[in-house]
């Protein structure tokens, strides 16, 4: 199996050393193809007003001066002689639930990996301000990482989907297991923009950070985590709301 390894934390991201491991369990065709520097809340952007740099960093390991979209583009038409079968994006460092995904550089690289039809898997390592006993942030991705993408390689992939996991911020054996859910709903009014200066008396802005309640429902991905679990969420790029179609057809003849 042929392994392209991305994320948007950027080419020496501590959590893209523990994915390059978790990829090479299960093969040593493995390629990286990453931004050069910290792409977080990027999206699926691309670069298209200037150039992208593409630089070399060892055998089968490079970055690319632009997007998590961009290196993912760059990877498969650039670096890759031939296509990979799987496109791994992270390990974030940082969680990637609820709405969360339409911000994130790590889904958005798995998307662009979607969309070439290639099987595509995010994952995220939630964090706290606290480390765990083991003082390893990214103790629950390292020891779970292969028994996460392993039975999704088994299953049927459906065109133009993709799969975010996101591992909550415990050590491995304190992980309560897995669950397959849905995406959860943060309440992104309640986020704040802090206001400072700079040292010549200007006005800067900072989105801020503080925590943000989410939907109570049952089955969310929110949830799962919260539940000590690891949140499996399959997603797809089809964002048509099919439920309003007939409603606002029958406006439009009006």
């Not at 133009?160 to 009014?189: C, E, I, K, W």
Request: glycine share 8%; hydrophobic share 40%; charged share 20%.
């Amino acid at each position: 199996m042929r392994i392209l390894v991305t994320n948007d934390d950027g080419i020496h991201a501590p959590g893209l050393e523990v994915l390059e491991a978790i990829a090479r369990e299960f093969s040593d065709d493995v390629w990286v193809c990453a931004p050069s520097d910290n792409q977080t809340g990027a999206g699926h952007s691309l670069t298209l007003a200037m150039p992208v740099r593409l630089r070399k960093h060892g055998e089968r390991r490079f970055s690319v001066t632009g997007t998590p979209t961009d290196a993912v583009s760059m990877g498969l038409k650039q670096v890759m002689d031939n296509p990979p079968d799987l496109v791994l994006s992270g390990v974030n460092a940082g969680a990637n639930l609820g709405d969360d995904i339409t911000y994130s550089g790590t889904v958005s690289a798995a998307m662009e990996g979607a969309l070439a039809g290639i099987r595509s898997i995010a994952l995220s390592q939630v964090m706290t301000q606290e480390r765990p006993p083991s003082g390893d942030r990214f103790s629950a991705a390292r020891h779970w990482g292969r028994k996460v993408i392993e039975p999704l390689l088994d299953t049927p992939r459906q065109p133009r989907t993709l799969v975010s996991v996101n591992f909550p911020a415990l050590d491995a054996d304190r992980v309560a297991g897995m669950r397959v859910v849905r995406q959860g709903f943060h309440d992104y009014a309640r986020a704040s923009v802090v206001e400072a200066r700079d040292p010549r008396g200007g006005r800067y802005y900072w989105f801020g950070l503080d925590a943000i309640e989410h939907t109570p429902d049952h089955g969310t991905d929110l949830e799962a985590i919260a539940d000590n679990h690891i949140s499996i969420t399959p997603l797809q790029l089809d964002l048509t709301h099919e439920a309003s179609m007939a409603a606002l057809a029958q406006r439009i003849k009006q």
